[in-house]
C-alpha cells in the first residue's frame, strides 16, 4: 500500500538558517515585550511570541503552496519562540543598550527575512512583483498580525520609522540580484545587508513616510496664503 509522502520544503543554507532561528528569537521576545506592556499573562506571551516570530513565514508558505510551512516541520522554530517568550518573561530589557541592540538586531532580521522571502518566491516559480510581496509579507507579516491581536493599528501603516520600506528594499534587491545571475546566498547576503543598513539609518535618522494629515495640513496652508488667520 502505497502512502503518499507530505511535501517538506527545502533546508535554507546552514547561515541563513541560524540567522533564522536568531529573529524567530528576536521576534519572540519583541512578542513577548508586548505582552509585558499589555499586562498579559504567560499564555500571551507565548502566543504574542509565536505570532511576531512565524506569522509572517507561515502566510509565505502557504500562499506558495509548497508544502507545510517551514515553522511547522522544523522544531526549533516553535521552540525558539516559546524561549523568547521567557526570556520577555524574566527579563524587562529596558536599559537603553538593550534596546539599541534590538533595534540593530531586528534591522539585520528584517533584512534577511525579506531576502528569503522573495528567494523563495523565486525558487518557486513567481513572479518579480510577487516575489516583492512575498519579501514584505514574511518580513512584516507577523508584527502586523501581533499589532491586530492585541488591538492596535499595525505600525506599519505609518507614523512610525521606516520599516515595511527597507523589507520592500530589501526584497528588491534580492530580486535584482538572482535575475542578474548572482548565486543565490550570495544575493541574500548582500539584500540583507541593504535591508539592515537601510532600517538603521531610518531609525537613527527618524525617517518616516508621510501620513494623509500631513498632507491635508500643508493643502490648508497652501489654501490660507500667508498673512491668513486659520480659525
Not at 530589501?170 to 548572482?182: F, M, P, R
Amino acid at each position: 500500500m502505497l502512502v503518499a509522502q507530505i511535501p517538506v520544503p527545502e533546508a535554507l543554507p546552514d547561515t541563513f538558517r541560524a540567522v533564522d532561528l536568531c529573529g524567530v528569537l528576536l521576534n519572540g521576545i519583541l512578542g513577548g515585550l508586548i505582552a509585558r506592556r499589555k499586562n498579559y499573562d504567560l499564555v500571551g506571551f507565548v502566543v504574542l511570541a509565536i505570532l511576531t516570530a512565524t506569522a509572517g513565514g507561515i502566510l509565505r508558505d502557504v500562499m506558495i503552496q509548497a508544502g507545510p510551512p517551514f515553522a511547522l516541520t522544523d522544531p526549533y522554530y516553535l521552540y525558539t519562540a516559546c524561549l523568547g517568550a521567557t526570556v520577555a518573561w524574566f527579563v524587562p530589557l529596558t536599559s537603553r543598550p538593550t534596546r539599541r541592540l534590538l533595534v540593530v538586531a531586528d534591522a539585520v532580521i528584517l533584512g534577511c527575512w525579506a531576502a528569503t522571502g522573495a528567494s523563495k518566491a523565486l525558487t518557486h516559480g513567481l513572479g518579480v512583483m510577487p516575489a516583492l510581496l512575498l519579501g514584505c509579507l514574511t518580513a512584516i507579516g507577523g508584527s502586523m498580525i501581533r499589532d491586530v491581536a492585541v488591538g492596535e493599528t499595525p505600525a506599519v501603516f505609518g507614523g512610525n520609522k521606516l520599516y515595511a520600506i527597507p523589507a520592500l528594499i530589501a526584497a528588491g534587491t534580492q530580486v535584482l540580484a538572482v535575475k542578474a545571475g548572482v548565486a543565490d546566498a550570495h544575493a541574500m547576503l548582500v539584500s540583507t545587508a541593504v535591508g539592515a543598513g537601510l532600517c538603521v539609518l531610518a531609525y537613527w535618522r527618524s525617517w518616516q513616510l508621510p501620513v494623509i494629515a500631513d498632507r491635508e495640513r500643508r493643502r490648508a496652508g497652501r489654501r490660507s496664503g500667508p498673512g491668513t488667520l486659520v480659525g
